[in-house]
């Protein structure tokens, strides 16, 4: 291949030659023409020959050249270039390590050498590219199948980086909670002294991290910070929600404080709007916590403390404001639809009837949107009475014909809940626009991301309290709540009250008693919320398989082949805690649709809401749930009791 060139050059000035000498013969031309004619030719085959020969060696040259300049940069790359090359073999000990790799690790044993190379490559597969040899800190590249790794020193890099973090600003917003509630007919000295101990004891915390802050009323203080300050009050788990709780204990004083926390590096404005959001969602979930969020997009809050029983610190004031912003929203928006929770209990059943009485005092066209074959013993036994009254029947709608009935403009009303992954529909969820939410749960971290109102109050005993006094301010001699109504907001607080025997307050007693003059039925309510005897037996067979965590705390389980509505768990549960030294009960069974729930009760001593939401569900201090999915009843109690010791742990800490 490498003479064809020379080749055809050769048969060129062959047949140039030929056709010079046939020209010389034929032609009148001198025989000294001739000689000159031929020997001009082999002069200029000569010199042609001479440049493709030159050429030739030029071409090896700048070969010869490019390989050495190759061979060089290989070289610098594994001798003198700062990337830590490491080679293994099939036995996953070192084969080759050039000199930017340590020596410690050069001289590590056979042993250590697997060790190291294990772990690379258990880091790899969960996709981690970080590794710490010493007090060096590599990035690194690795190519499994070559068996070669690549670690790049970052430690500058970190360092810098971890400063700037360190620098971050944080904006806080300290709330008193029940700051209102505690200086209520108290005089002017007890309200000073009550100033001064709040002030101490705050004032004393924040000067222990040397950060600056500013109290500016009576019941707020704002506070800024570096991210390192915030880092070591998360290390000490804001030990001021206990120590405050506990000094105001010894005097007799009911007082918590809570916090909404934000940082990054947005602006100020955005990282202040952030911290006043999280104060919000401290005091929706009850108070005596703190809410940390960073205020970039996408980052879910962190929650602390929360370790005591929210205090009532709704007014009639707000329930006031409540019901006059419902009806602003009333008035602006098409028809309502209304709709509960999956596998709806007696509370999301009566609330949602109260707001459809809200609803047309207002003349508003409204549907209660239920899933009649998503149900329990409690709600079908309610429904078949339902059945027979035809006001109430009209006003319930699947949720396949409320898709087809719902217009732009329509206002979906959420009630006992506020996860948008628990309605009846999820689909039908997203088509509103225009929603407003009223629940008594704690807020999580799943919710609406816009609503129109939002009333969550979790120091009321259930949603059907709030629903009824929303009723009471707008009720009057033409607009007159049905016993039927009534009856079933009361059954709703009865049962999450456990027959008025936990989480009630004054107001609770008061708005049971407005039910009973509009006519609420006390024997039907006891009627929808009877246990018949399968029931009864289902909950003695799962009492009998409860196991001790600790001389207060039991689980009990069903098996992955029975299964359990919902109440049942929820008796089962109640059942346990009314046993005497029992602090805390928890029930795994797997649901009618095959999803695993757990019931979680609690006699206040232990917050049951934190360690349900560790599994992803919530609830309130004394009472919580949660659902796994793709989860069999083991996996479920080995969740459960890593949740609750490390509950229990947190607790101790504090």
């Known amino acids: ?53 030159r050429i030739e060696i030029s071409n090896q040259q700048k070969i010869q050249y490019a390989s050495h300049r190759a061979q060089e940069a290989l070289d610098y790359v594994s001798e003198d270039m700062p990337v830590g090359i490491i080679t293994w073999d099939e036995n996953n000990t070192f084969i080759w390590t050039n000199p930017a790799i340590t020596k410690s690790v050069q001289d590590l044993t056979k042993e250590d050498q697997q060790d190291m190379v294990n772990e690379l490559l258990q880091r790899a597969e969960k996709g981690k590219s970080i590794y710490k040899i010493g007090d060096i800190l590599y990035h690194f590249d690795l190519n499994h199948e070559k068996r070669v790794v690549y670690l790049i020193d970052i430690t500058k890099e970190y360092a810098l980086e971890n400063k700037e973090k360190q620098q971050q600003a944080v904006v806080g917003i300290l709330s008193v909670d029940n700051y209102d509630d505690v200086i209520d007919r108290r005089d002017d000295k007890e309200i000073s002294n009550l100033n001064s101990f709040i002030t101490t004891i705050i004032s004393d915390w924040m000067d222990s991290y040397q950060i600056f802050y500013k109290r500016v009323n009576a019941e707020r203080f704002f506070l800024f910070a570096r991210y390192d300050d915030l880092e070591r009050m998360i290390e000490n788990n804001f030990n001021l929600l206990e120590h405050i709780r506990v000094s105001a204990e010894k005097q007799e004083m009911l007082i918590t404080v ?41 980052n879910k809050p962190v929650f602390y403390g929360g370790n005591s029983a929210s205090a009532a610190k709704r007014t009639r004031v707000r329930s006031r404001a409540m019901s006059t912003a419902l009806k602003n929203v009333f008035n602006q928006t098409g028809n309502v639809f209304v709709m509960g929770h999956r596998f709806p209990d007696m509370d999301a059943i009566g609330s949602a009837f109260g707001v459809a009485c809200l609803a047309r005092y207002h003349d508003k066209n409204v549907q209660i949107v239920i899933n009649e074959e998503e149900t329990i013993p409690d709600v079908e036994r309610c429904l078949e009475e339902i059945h027979q009254n ?74 059907s309290e709030l629903v009824t006094e929303l009723i009471q301010f707008e009720s009057n001699e033409r607009q007159k709540m049905s016993k039927m109504t009534a009856t079933l907001l009361l059954a709703g607080i009865t049962v999450d009250t456990k027959n008025f025997a936990v989480r009630t307050t004054a107001r609770t007693f008061d708005v049971a008693s407005y039910l009973k003059t509009c006519g609420a039925d006390a024997s039907l309510v006891q009627y929808l919320l009877s246990t018949d005897i399968q029931s009864y037996l289902e909950i003695s067979k799962l009492v009998g398989e409860s196991d001790y965590v600790r001389d207060d705390i039991v689980v009990a389980t069903g098996t992955d082949t029975q299964e359990y509505d919902s109440v049942t768990a929820a008796k089962t549960a109640d059942t346990l805690l009314s046993m005497v030294d029992i602090n805390a009960a928890f029930v795994i069974i797997k649901r009618t649709d095959g999803v695993i729930a757990i019931s979680a009760r609690s006699s206040g001593t232990i917050n049951v809401q934190i360690v349900m939401e560790a599994l992803g569900g919530g609830g309130h201090f004394t009472n919580a749930a949660t659902q796994l999915k793709d989860s069999s009843i083991a996996e479920a109690k080995e969740q459960l009791l890593e949740a609750i010791n490390k509950q229990l742990t947190e607790g101790t800490e504090e």
Request: glycine share 6%.
């Open 258 to 298: 809570s916090m909404g926390i934000s940082y990054g590096t947005e602006s100020l404005e955005v990282i202040g709007d952030e911290a006043q959001n999280n104060l919000d969602i401290a005091l929706v979930r009850g108070g005596d916590q703190v809410v940390v969020k960073n205020a970039g997009e996408g």
């Open 1 to 53: 291949m490498k003479n064809k060139p020379q080749i055809k050059w050769s048969f060129f000035f062959l047949c140039l030659l030929l056709i010079q000498l046939a020209a010389i013969f034929l032609l009148p031309f001198t025989i000294l023409t001739a000689v000159i004619v031929i020997l001009i030719d082999l002069l200029l085959w000569i010199y042609t020959v001479f440049l493709r020969n």
């Open 390 to 463: 035809g006001d109430l029947e009209d006003l319930l709608i699947s949720p396949e014909m409320a898709k087809k009935q719902r217009k732009p403009g329509d206002l979906l009303v959420m009630v006992d809940y506020h996860r948008p992954s628990l309605s009846i529909d999820q689909e039908l969820y997203e088509q509103f626009e225009n929603i407003v939410i009223i629940d008594h749960h704690r807020r999580g971290e799943e919710f609406p991301e816009k609503s129109l109102l939002t009333y969550i109050e979790s120091s009321a005993s259930s949603a």
